[in-house]
C-alpha cells in the first residue's frame, strides 16, 4: 500500500493516520501510478468546477466599490513612485554631478 504523499515527496516516513498536511486528505493507492498521477488533478478539477459554480458576478454597487478601491490604490502608488522619483532625482544629479 502506497501512500500519495510518500510517492511525490519520495521519503520513506510512514503516515499511520490518512489525514494530510493542513487538513487535506491524503488517498491510499493500491500502487497504480496512473491513479497516483490523475487523483490530484481529478480533485482539483472538482474543487474548481464546485468554486466556479459558488461565484457570482457582482452586482452594480459592488462593482463600484471594488472600482473606486482599485483607483484609490493605483492612485496612492503612483504618488509614491512620483514623489520617491521627484526626491531621488536631485539627489542622483548632486551625487553624480560631485
Not at 500519495?4 to 501510478?33: A, H, P, Q, Y
Request: aromatic share 12%.
Amino acid at each position: 500500500e502506497i501512500y500519495i504523499f510518500e510517492v511525490f515527496f519520495d521519503c520513506n516516513w510512514r503516515r499511520r493516520s490518512t489525514s494530510g498536511i493542513m487538513g487535506k486528505r491524503v488517498e491510499k493507492t493500491n500502487g497504480n501510478l496512473v491513479e497516483v498521477v490523475t487523483q490530484p488533478v481529478r480533485q482539483f478539477a472538482v474543487e474548481s468546477i464546485r468554486l466556479l459554480n459558488r461565484c457570482t458576478k457582482p452586482d452594480a454597487t459592488e462593482y463600484k466599490k471594488i472600482a473606486l478601491a482599485t483607483l484609490i490604490g493605483f492612485s496612492i502608488m503612483g504618488f509614491i513612485g512620483f514623489f520617491v522619483k521627484l526626491v531621488f532625482i536631485p539627489v542622483n544629479n548632486i551625487l553624480i554631478g560631485a
